[in-house]
T-cell receptor, first 110, second 118 residues
Framework: DAKTTQPNSMESNEEEPVHLPCNHSTISGTDYIHWYRQLPSQGPEYVIHGLTSNVNNRMASLAIAEDRKSSTLILHRATLRDAAVYYCILRRQGAQKLVFGQGTRLTINP | EAGVAQSPRYKIIEKRQSVAFWCNPISGHATLYWYQQILGQGPKLLIQFQNNGVVDDSQLPKDRFSAERLKGVDSTLKIQPAKLEDSAVYLC????????????????FGAGTRLSVL
């Protein structure tokens, strides 16, 4: 399984944008980039995923570098409820398996 | 839409005892997963079912862990006998099978069962 690298922790302020980076230099052409987040005392929840193009949904945006070796999850206007551990995961096309790393613990200051 | 249901939410046992966790996936989800999450780490896949068949159990410690999904819906995960290092949160997730239009490649997780082995 290709590996991802994320900062252990990040901090931001409420109502400001947050950019969460992820490096995946060994990504293959058939690997999808998935982001999940885990709120305190809950199971992970899906945030967004993409393959090559940037993606937007109601929760966040995913910006994928042209060479696909890195990506950034963007929360446009953070709220206190966005405080969570964010996981960047590579999923091989045709497989359902998710391999979680340690993720980035995001703290939001009021 | 009802989410993935797990019970119990918490369980405390002594080492060498046995314990069982139950999971009811989202209706229509043929694929079911059990993960183990040790404090401070990301979840680790233990076993994946497609309907009532095992797809991947490569990381399941089969000498003490077992899981079943007899009717292709609910699932139970059992540990017998438990060790101190089994203290963790056990998460169940479900999804549509890959290839179905509705799959969207998304797994839905329950809130988990927190196991403490003393």
């Amino acid at each position: 399984d290709a590996k991802t690298t994320q900062p252990n922790s990040m901090e931001s302020n409420e109502e400001e944008p947050v950019h969460l980076p992820c490096n995946h230099s060994t990504i293959s052409g058939t690997d999808y980039i998935h982001w999940y987040r885990q709120l305190p005392s809950q199971g992970p929840e899906y945030v967004i995923h993409g393959l090559t193009s940037n993606v937007n949904n109601r929760m966040a945006s995913l910006a994928i570098a042209e060479d696909r070796k890195s990506s950034t999850l963007i929360l446009h206007r953070a709220t206190l409820r966005d405080a969570a551990v964010y996981y960047c995961i590579l999923r091989r096309q045709g497989a359902q398996k998710l391999v979680f790393g340690q993720g980035t613990r995001l703290t939001i200051n009021p | 839409e009802a989410g993935v249901a797990q019970s119990p939410r918490y369980k405390i046992i002594e080492k060498r005892q046995s314990v069982a966790f139950w999971c009811n996936p989202i209706s229509g989800h043929a694929t079911l997963y059990w993960y183990q999450q040790i404090l401070g780490q990301g979840p680790k896949l233990l076993i994946q079912f497609q309907n009532n068949g095992v797809v991947d159990d490569s990381q399941l410690p089969k000498d003490r862990f077992s899981a079943e999904r007899l009717k292709g819906v609910d699932s139970t995960l059992k540990i017998q006998p438990a060790k101190l290092e089994d203290s963790a949160v056990y998460l169940c997730a479900s999804s549509f099978p890959l290839g179905q239009v509705l799959a969207k490649n998304i797994q839905y997780f329950g809130a988990g069962t927190r196991l403490s082995v003393l």
